[in-house]
């Protein structure tokens, strides 16, 4: 019996052994880390915002009548002064006749009392009479030419004309509430955007603190994207912002200015604008990848000691520029941060670090709404 028993126990402590030299074997995983470094970053903001027109005009009669012909073809670009509806002008030109001859006649009377007035012919009063005759019919002789040419309804601004709400043969009114058409001016074109009052008490901040520099020369410069994602080809200039804060909403209105030469913005588009906020000369950028967020939000990343062990380290992060966080707080330029085997690392683990390799992609014609690959 105890030669039995023997052999059994020999056998199990003979697997513990081996079970333990098992676990004190484990190889430290490998991961992948980016080195950071310091450098200039630009920083943007993007802001979403609606195209406006640079101009717009309700066109309206200024007299009344049936209208005769429209003269432009809707969707097409007018010029300034350029005729667009003919309103039935005959009783504005008889009336423009009456006119003319009233005025004649009061003319022709007060060329005659002239010499009569002076020779004491007639008295100084019938001079002084047929003269005011002469400058009221005069007026009225202007007025009557007015409102004749008022019945060719012409455009007050160049810009592109939108479709007739009045056909031939409606009757318009001078001074009626709705509009015969309207002309919008395209070229250049506004973009009105929002920005937080709060986000422009920091940024104002951070500059006179000096963590950013200003921009220089393009601090005015203005990007967009539209809103399929792509960029606009021309670049913008912003013109003014609000000296006031909107109560409802605490922001504070921006207008920017782009060239539309081929009226590829419309007024009314939804876009982004993306704007200059300032230079960050010492910027660390850390990949989004090696980001994490605990239960409550907080950024962190695990980061890799010189002894090749694994420390979680809690961070800020400001903005996002391509696919990289600006950390404000939590790092330093040289820091190793674990980009690839995440899953395999936990705080005080030992691992094996090689320098990441990112990724080559093909290249594809795509173009993003990125604000720093404007």
Request: charged content about 20%; proline content about 5%.
């Amino acid at each position: 019996m105890e030669t039995r028993i023997f052999p059994l126990c020999l056998v199990l402590m003979l697997t513990a052994c081996d079970r333990g030299s098992t676990v004190t074997t484990i190889k430290p995983a490998d991961v992948g880390v980016t080195t950071l470094k310091s450098d200039s970053v630009t920083l943007f903001t993007q802001l979403p915002g609606r195209t406006t027109a640079v101009r717009t005009a309700e066109v309206r009669p200024q007299v009344s009548g049936i209208i005769l012909k429209r003269l432009f073809t809707e969707g097409s670009d007018v010029k300034v002064g350029q005729p667009l509806y003919l309103i039935d002008p005959a009783s504005y030109k008889a009336t423009y006749d009456r006119a003319l001859a009233t005025f004649e006649n009061a003319h022709r009377l007060a060329v005659r009392y002239r010499p009569l007035v002076a020779a004491r012919a007639i008295s100084k009063q019938s001079y002084d009479d047929a003269v005011a005759a002469e400058k009221q019919a005069k007026a009225d002789l202007e007025v009557a030419q007015v409102n004749l040419n008022y019945t060719n309804v012409r455009a007050p601004i160049t810009g592109r004309i939108g479709r007739s709400l009045y056909t031939e043969g409606a009757l318009v009114t001078n001074g009626q509430a709705n509009y015969l058409t309207t002309i919008q001016q395209l070229d250049p074109i506004y973009v009105d955007v929002s920005e937080s009052s709060l986000a422009l008490i920091r940024q104002r901040r951070a500059l006179a603190e000096g963590r950013l520099q200003t921009v220089g020369e393009n601090a005015a410069a203005v990007k967009l994207a539209l809103e399929d994602g792509s960029n606009y080809a021309q670049k913008g200039r912003l013109e003014f912002s609000e000296v006031t804060v909107d109560e409802t909403t605490g922001s504070i209105t921006m207008r920017a200015s782009f060239p539309n030469p081929d009226r590829e913005l419309l007024p009314g588009m939804f876009v982004h604008a993306i704007l200059p906020q300032g230079v960050s000369h010492k910027g660390l950028l850390a990949p989004q990848e090696a980001i994490m967020h605990d239960n409550k939000g907080r950024p962190y990343v695990f980061k890799v000691s010189a002894e090749n062990t694994v420390i979680q380290q809690d961070i800020k992060t400001g903005e996002m520029v391509k696919s990289q966080w600006l950390v404000t707080e939590g790092l330093k330029p040289g820091d190793r941060v674990i980009v690839d085997g995440l899953q395999l690392v936990h705080d005080g683990s030992k691992v094996i670090a090689k320098e990441h390799q990112p990724v080559v992609m093909a290249k594809v014609n795509l173009t993003t709404a990125d604000p720093s690959a404007q």
